[in-house]
């Protein structure tokens, strides 16, 4: 394991049995260099959504628990937030809970002159991404060629 994943992973472990006691989901840690920052980020969710509070609410014991663990070597920044509206799916666990949901996916390459597709999420390996598009067709995307899959929002 990365060093990337080890400290995703703990801090992953540490947040669902404090998320679970405030009714709230996991969806995403990610530990990732920005420019010439580190950011430690934890992606929140529950029905009706995640408010400021609430990202205080899990902020305060994580901060403390790792001040206290003391396992990330770099400094870095801790943000807890919701993923948003159009949040990417990245791991099987996003795609496993967004079957049926719209989606938007954008690709590396054009097929067919396109680039862009929407539909309902109907399916998902570890290689491909299925996908119903509005006109009825099903389409199967490679997931390598697929440069970003979200949640689709209407406004």
Not at 83 to 88: D, Y
Not at 121 to 141: H, I, M, P, S, W
Request: glycine share 6%.
């Amino acid at each position: 394991m990365t060093k990337r994943e080890t400290y995703e992973a703990r801090t992953e472990a540490y947040l669902l049995p404090l998320l679970a006691q405030h009714g709230f989901t996991l969806w995403d840690v990610e530990y990732v260099k920005e420019g010439s920052n580190w950011y430690l980020r934890a992606y929140i969710d529950k029905e009706g959504g995640i408010t400021v509070d609430d990202c205080e609410l899990i902020s305060r014991p994580l901060s403390d628990w790792l001040d206290a663990e003391d396992f990330i070597d770099d400094s870095y920044i801790l943000e807890v937030s919701s993923p948003g509206l159009g949040r990417p799916l990245k791991k099987d666990k996003d795609f496993a809970r967004s079957i049926g949901a719209e989606v938007e996916i954008r690709l590396y390459k054009a097929v067919d002159k396109q680039k862009e597709f929407s539909g309902t999420l109907t399916a998902y390996d570890k290689n491909t991404v299925t996908v119903t598009l509005a006109d009825g067709r099903e389409e199967t995307f490679e997931r390598a060629a697929i440069a970003l899959i979200r949640l689709a929002f209407d406004f």
